[in-house]
């Protein structure tokens, strides 16, 4: 499969050429986390190199280092053997580096030939719609999009050819290595194949590429070679001839998170929230689960696979298509935010800073604004009784009380979350919703918040966390349900659960086999 | 969890007094200027006269701050709306009414023209259009139902308007309660809260359970309620109106609460700081009336001043959300 | 190709429906309004309203807004009245371009401080009359030499010299905002910052650019209206905002940024001027042409909005989200599905 790289690179390392792209010895921190600690990568002329790990193992740190966006604490990096520096983004760009983000920079009310040479530098002042179509059709030819009119509007393509437009942005700046950040996370089947071919196709001509993914089929139809992060380090780069989807997950495996976990409790029989065939945007077919009190739920599946779905619409965030859903054997209405949050449900979203906290207000504001109506009588706010059940959840999630009145923007990102989680307790809500509880959280609030949620089980409370993060789902959890592309795959209780398998099952289907391998090149 | 000595410092209230104490002090620099430049400044009747002048421009700032804090900018059709409370209140004496059910019909009246605004704006379409149309039908509205001519109260003068409580003009009491009890409003009611809250983030205000829509109307309700009183006070000093009155209202307000340091697109701020605004806007004035300054100083000083302040705070806010 | 042609008509659909109708009305009813007399009145609504409407769109294309056109239409009269003793074309040009300078520096401010345009121009709209009064020397003044301004009253079968002037701006700018690189850069920065910023378009030039064209053409209206009327008053052309605003809109372009053209301009521009003339014609009241124009404003942004066209983008126009410089985290989009 790999008879490009073979051809140009030398993969038998005889006479190699210099690499493309060699890293040595790079290590970044931030704060008080080791995101990357003195890892080597290399990259060869026209190779795809698979880049996998876990959520947080350091890939994206890598992406953004080599990308010019943030700068590396310590290490070389070499570009055709040439010790290079690329930081800033300028620098990294001028040194043929260009990456395919997962959020777009074209211009929807912009047409295609525009999007084209927008912000490109060297093109004439004078734009000429009939040279401008004619230099897009050269370019849309080059990614597959050959049959596309230039001067259609970006707003009326698909997502699949605005990501293809995105890589034919790229090569006009002749880039040499190019960095896909999950490219086919929001993709349909159909639409995932012609971006491959284009990968492939662009490796034929010898450029190179960084292809990060947790979609492993997608790594053996694709990749020359595999490197694997894990934990902020590196191991040694594999040809993916060598290896299967065992190998890979076994070599992604073993992180150690095991004793962040606070011991699980005993279950009720009764279920306290019943999920029966719950149908929304974004989900394939009907969810239907159980959560008792007591209870932590983890959804766990990669972005685009349903469990932020479900977790959405159980919040009344996302109306529902079909399917009832019971709270304490009262149906619960999903038609808004306000009517879920009045029947307990609380909900703590991904973003934080997008919708998780109001960043410029104190942080007693932040914890008292669900449950502010609770200390007040006829509208009038209780300053005393506020202050007081706010000490209180600032005291039991080891926020420092005597800052209340700071902003919330002011503080690390782990009591940033420690504040968007526990502003929910003054609910006494009977369900908690969580999203990616842990997204950007260093290891000290990560426990603690891990700790909390156990808390509140013991308290009757039953919780449901949607995370890509297989180590935090398998540890937290007392039952899992594993989702891929707007599937629930399956559910069982923890202990029947490996986290060989459950990695297995989130990036990984059987009927997806390797097999049909070369048939998307053309 | 370990916090960091530098975090330690209490931003939030020195953010939150910062802009407060620089409009004091700036107040207070220009007062201390004109009274070495202006001997005539510190008398009993100037210092009435500016709190007069700051009075009506204050109510209407101090009850527009709600509006901006839930991030519905300002409005555009401040004059006209006190216009049309002023003209229906004198039009209403001049009929005959007693003056309690006209003041309830005016305030009633107002803050119906002011919920269908808001109703417009609740559904998230740009308040500043949508003010700047409504001002223009009410003030055509206005104009053309009264000849463009002046209405009078005629036979039932209105005595009260021009007259003081205790040496205190009623203006200016009026001013000093409303202040107080929208203060109060904001930051001691649940109304309150959530005002500041959708302002600051609606996204997170929508989970929260907090309705943009309902924080939205009762802004708009505070809003034309201050209009209204602002409108009969005129209509009570001056016992007569017409569709071009208060023509510098809407710049004046949007220039105290500006000024004043409450953040245009919501989250920050208090009517407080409108108030001190204000208030700081009439001293300047004031200053440049007895130091012989034309309109045109006037209006080029008030607008350098809100230029500079208004790029002051944004800078400082900026600077602290970078961090 | 056919459908191509279609689908660039399409913007231009409603606004034209509304012109053809509101035009067979106000000639139904009034018999002054017909024929070539119609056509030139149109016309001259375009030195004023449609000048100011012009520079009113391009910012708000570029998904700002400056509301400070008014005062500096204002000033630009004065401007053009105190330097008229240069001669006619001498104090339009040095008027305009007292305009265009000023607009470059504020629209600079606003992209380098990455301040809030609303709250900026509002500043200026102060700042600006206060000039003018200045200027002015707090009265109306008039042009001594009347005479040099004689050319303007001349009509040439639909056109006056001033709405040639205006015309020509308007196809001028069309060009540029179509044909040009920085033109379609305010396009870009009005329908997707964010996006466009990490595409390579400079923050500030756009601004810079489209600020200065709004300043610009509104000096323009200014100057022209005052030369032509031989005075100018410093307390002029507050309600020229308005008018724009509504001529912009009642054409078609979005509030929402990045889209629109000239001709949307150019049509709104169009029926506002006909209501107005219109209503003038049947002895009507310039405040009742005021009641009119918010009641048409509030009516086609009400339409836009059941159009569904409502989509939410981090502008400041996008909706009363706090505006640009706190980026796209406000906007109240769904995550992933």
């Given at each position: 499969?790999?008879?490009?790289?073979?051809?140009?690179?030398?993969?038998?390392?005889?006479?190699?050429?210099?690499?493309?792209?060699?890293?040595?010895?790079?290590?970044?921190?931030?704060?008080?986390?080791?995101?990357?600690?003195?890892?080597?990568?290399?990259?060869?002329?026209?190779?795809?190199?698979?880049?996998?790990?876990?959520?947080?193992?350091?890939k994206s740190t890598l992406v953004k280092i080599v990308s010019g966006l943030v700068q590396a604490d310590s290490g070389t990096i070499e570009i055709d053997g040439k010790p290079a520096s690329l930081y800033p983004s300028a620098r990294s760009q001028a040194a043929g580096v260009a990456v395919v983000h997962q959020e777009y920079s074209s211009v929807p009310t912009l047409s295609v030939a525009e999007n084209l040479v927008l912000g490109q530098k060297g093109i004439p002042p004078i734009w000429l719609p009939r040279e401008l179509n004619a230099r897009a059709r050269r370019l849309l030819a080059g990614v597959g999009l050959d049959y596309l009119d230039p001067r259609t509007p970006v707003e009326r393509l698909s997502v699949a050819e605005m990501q293809l437009l995105e890589v034919a942005r790229l090569l006009?700046?002749?880039?040499?290595?190019?960095?896909?950040?999950?490219?086919?996370?929001?993709?349909?089947?159909?639409?995932?194949?012609?971006?491959?071919?284009?990968?492939?196709?662009l490796s034929a001509e010898g450029r190179s590429v960084i292809y990060v993914t947790h979609r492993?089929?997608?790594?053996?139809?694709?990749?020359?070679?595999?490197?694997?992060?894990?934990?902020?380090?590196?191991?040694?780069?594999?040809?993916?001839?060598?290896?299967?989807?065992?190998?890979?997950?076994?070599?992604?495996?073993g992180r150690e998170l095991g004793t962040m976990f606070p011991a699980r409790g005993s279950l009720a029989d009764e279920p306290l929230l019943r999920v029966d065939g719950l149908l929304a945007e974004g989900l394939e077919e009907p969810v239907s689960l159980r959560v008792h009190p007591g209870e932590i739920v983890g959804l766990t599946g990669q972005l685009g696979s349903g469990a932020s779905a479900v977790v959405q619409s159980l919040a009344g965030m996302l109306?529902?298509?079909?399917?009832?859903?019971?709270?304490?054997?009262?149906?619960?209405?999903?038609?808004?935010?306000?009517?879920?949050?009045?029947?307990?449900?609380?909900?703590?979203?991904?973003?934080?800073?997008?919708?998780?906290?109001?960043?410029?207000?104190?942080?007693?504001?932040?914890?008292?604004?669900?449950?502010?109506?609770?200390?007040?009588?006829?509208?009038?706010?209780?300053?005393?009784?506020?202050?007081?059940?706010?000490?209180?959840?600032?005291?039991?999630?080891?926020?420092?009380?005597?800052?209340?009145?700071?902003?919330?923007?002011?503080?690390?990102?782990?009591?940033?979350?420690?504040?968007?989680?526990?502003?929910?307790?003054?609910?006494?809500?009977?369900?908690?919703?969580?999203?990616?509880?842990?997204?950007?959280?260093?290891?000290?609030?990560?426990?603690?918040?891990?700790?909390?949620?156990?808390?509140?089980?013991?308290?009757?409370?039953?919780?449901?966390?949607?995370?890509?993060?297989?180590?935090?789902i398998l540890g937290l959890s007392d039952t899992i349900a594993t989702f891929y592309r707007g599937r629930m795959i399956r559910i069982l209780p923890h202990d029947e659960w490996t986290e060989d398998a459950l990695v297995r099952e989130v990036m990984h289907q059987e009927d997806e086999a390797p097999a049909e391998a070369g048939e998307a090149a053309s | 969890m370990r916090l960091s000595g530098a975090v330690r410092l209490p931003e939030g209230r020195v953010w939150d007094w910062l802009p407060l104490a620089i409009i004091i002090a700036l107040a207070l620099a220009g007062i201390i200027v004109a009274v070495i430049i202006t001997p005539s400044f510190l008398t009993v009747d100037n210092i009435r006269a500016i709190l007069r002048n700051a009075s009506i421009v204050g109510i209407v700032a101090v009850a527009m701050t709600p509006m901006t804090l839930s991030g519905n900018f300002v409005s555009l059709a401040i004059g006209q709306s006190a216009m049309l409370a002023m003209v229906c209140f004198v039009a209403l004496v001049g009929d005959g009414w007693p003056q309690p059910l006209a003041i309830i019909v005016v305030v009633a009246g107002l803050i119906v023209v002011g919920v269908m605004q808001g109703a417009i704006v609740a559904t998230g379409l740009n308040p500043i259009i949508i003010t700047l149309a409504a001002g223009a039908i009410i003030f055509?509205?206005?104009?053309?139902?009264?000849?463009?001519?002046?209405?009078?109260?005629?036979?039932?003068?209105?005595?009260?308007?021009?007259?003081?409580?205790?040496?205190?003009?009623?203006?200016?009491?009026?001013?000093?309660?409303?202040?107080?009890?929208?203060?109060?409003?904001?930051?001691?009611?649940?109304?309150?809260?959530?005002?500041?809250l959708v302002g600051a983030n609606r996204a997170t205000a929508r989970i929260s359970g907090i309705s943009f829509t309902r924080v939205t109307i009762l802004a708009f309700v505070?809003?034309?309620?201050?209009?209204?009183?602002?409108?009969?006070?005129?209509?009570?000093?001056?016992?007569?109106?017409?569709?071009?009155?208060?023509?510098?209202?809407?710049?004046?307000?949007?220039?105290?609460?500006?000024?004043?340091?409450?953040?245009?697109?919501?989250?920050?701020?208090?009517?407080?700081?409108?108030?001190?605004?204000?208030?700081?806007?009439?001293?300047?004035?004031?200053?440049?009336?007895?130091?012989?300054?034309?309109?045109?100083?006037?209006?080029?000083?008030?607008?350098?001043?809100?230029?500079?302040?208004?790029?002051?705070?944004?800078?400082?806010?900026?600077?602290?959300?970078?961090? | 190709m056919f459908a191509h042609a279609i689908d660039r008509l399409r913007p231009y659909a409603l606004p034209l429906v509304v012109l053809l109708i509101t035009w067979g009305i106000i000639a139904g009813i009034t018999p002054s309004f017909r024929g070539v007399g119609s056509i030139f009145a149109v016309l001259e609504g375009f030195p004023l309203v449609g000048l100011a409407a012009l520079g009113l769109a391009v910012t708000i294309i570029a998904g700002e807004?400056?509301?400070?056109?008014?005062?500096?239409?204002?000033?630009?009269?004065?401007?053009?009245?105190?330097?008229?003793?240069?001669?006619?074309?001498?104090?339009?040009?040095?008027?305009?371009l007292v305009g265009v300078v000023f607009g470059a520096v504020q629209g600079t401010l606003i992209g380098y401080l990455r301040i809030n345009s609303l709250v900026f121009t509002i500043g200026t709209l102060i700042l600006l009359r206060g000039l003018t009064y200045i200027a002015s020397d707090n009265a109306p003044i008039i042009i001594q030499n009347i005479t040099i301004t004689d050319p303007l009253l001349d009509r040439y079968v639909v056109f006056s010299i001033s709405s040639i002037t205006a015309v020509t701006v308007f196809i001028l700018a069309g060009l540029f905002l179509t044909y040009t690189r920085w033109g379609r850069e305010i396009y870009a920065i009005g329908g997707a910052r964010n996006e466009a910023i990490a595409a390579g378009v400079p923050r500030i030039r756009p601004l810079t650019v489209s600020f200065a064209i709004s300043a610009g053409c509104a000096s323009l209206a200014g100057a022209l209206a005052a030369t032509r009327g031989g005075s100018a008053a410093p307390q002029n052309y507050a309600d020229l905002l308005l008018s724009g605003a509504a001529a912009a809109l009642l054409g078609g372009i979005s509030l929402y940024g990045g889209r629109g053209s000239v001709i949307n301009v150019a049509l709104g521009v169009?029926?506002?001027?006909?209501?107005?003339?219109?209503?003038?014609?049947?002895?009507?009241?310039?405040?009742?042409?005021?009641?009119?124009?918010?009641?048409?404003?509030?009516?086609?942004?009400?339409?836009?909005?059941?159009?569904?066209?409502?989509?939410?983008?981090?502008?400041?126009?996008?909706?009363?989200l706090r505006g640009h410089t706190r980026g796209p985290e406000d906007v109240d989009s769904q995550r992933e599905g």
């Open positions: 499969m790999p008879e490009e790289a073979a051809s140009t690179g030398g993969l038998n390392g005889e006479t190699a050429p210099p690499l493309r792209l060699g890293v040595r010895r790079l290590s970044k921190r931030y704060g008080n986390v080791q995101a990357l600690d003195s890892i080597d990568f290399e990259l060869r002329p026209g190779e795809v190199m698979a880049l996998l790990g876990e959520n947080g193992a350091g006009v700046r002749d880039a040499r290595i190019l960095i896909f950040d999950e490219p086919t996370a929001a993709l349909a089947d159909r639409e995932i194949e012609r971006v491959l071919a284009v990968i492939k196709r492993l089929p997608e790594v053996f139809r694709l990749a020359h070679r595999v490197t694997v992060f894990r934990n902020g380090q590196s191991l040694p780069p594999r040809s993916a001839d060598e290896l299967d989807v065992d190998a890979v997950i076994a070599m992604m495996l109306p529902p298509l079909a399917g009832r859903v019971e709270l304490k054997g009262v149906e619960l209405s999903l038609r808004s935010r306000v009517a879920t949050l009045k029947s307990g449900v609380a909900y703590c979203t991904a973003d934080r800073k997008k919708d998780g906290i109001f960043a410029g207000r104190p942080i007693r504001e932040n914890l008292s604004s669900p449950w502010v109506r609770a200390v007040s009588s006829a509208g009038w706010i209780s300053g005393r009784r506020e202050r007081i059940r706010s000490r209180e959840i600032a005291a039991e999630f080891a926020i420092d009380v005597k800052r209340l009145g700071a902003a919330v923007g002011a503080l690390s990102g782990g009591n940033q979350q420690k504040v968007a989680v526990g502003k929910w307790l003054g609910t006494a809500p009977g369900v908690i919703l969580l999203e990616e509880p842990t997204r950007g959280v260093d290891i000290g609030a990560r426990a603690e918040i891990y700790q909390r949620l156990r808390d509140l089980c013991s308290a009757g409370v039953g919780i449901v966390v949607a995370s890509s993060d297989t180590s935090e | 055509g509205v206005v104009t053309e139902i009264t000849g463009a001519g002046i209405v009078r109260t005629g036979d039932y003068l209105i005595g009260w308007g021009s007259g003081t409580v205790g040496g205190i003009p009623i203006q200016v009491l009026i001013f000093l309660i409303f202040t107080v009890v929208v203060s109060i409003l904001m930051s001691r009611t649940v109304l309150g809260r959530e005002t500041t505070i809003f034309s309620v201050g209009l209204a009183i602002a409108g009969i006070l005129n209509g009570a000093a001056f016992n007569q109106a017409t569709s071009r009155s208060f023509p510098n209202l809407t710049i004046d307000a949007i220039a105290a609460l500006l000024v004043g340091g409450t953040a245009i697109q919501g989250g920050h701020g208090s009517p407080l700081r409108s108030a001190g605004g204000a208030l700081f806007i009439a001293v300047i004035s004031s200053m440049m009336v007895l130091n012989d300054f034309s309109t045109g100083g006037r209006l080029a000083v008030q607008g350098g001043v809100v230029v500079a302040v208004v790029v002051l705070l944004h800078e400082l806010r900026r600077r602290r959300e970078v961090r | 807004l400056d509301l400070s056109v008014g005062s500096m239409a204002a000033l630009a009269a004065v401007v053009a009245v105190l330097t008229s003793p240069t001669g006619l074309v001498p104090c339009i040009l040095i008027a305009t169009a029926v506002l001027t006909v209501v107005a003339t219109g209503l003038a014609a049947r002895g009507s009241t310039a405040y009742l042409v005021q009641l009119v124009t918010g009641a048409l404003l509030l009516t086609m942004i009400a339409i836009e909005f059941l159009a569904g066209r409502l989509t939410l983008r981090d502008t400041i126009l996008g909706a009363g």
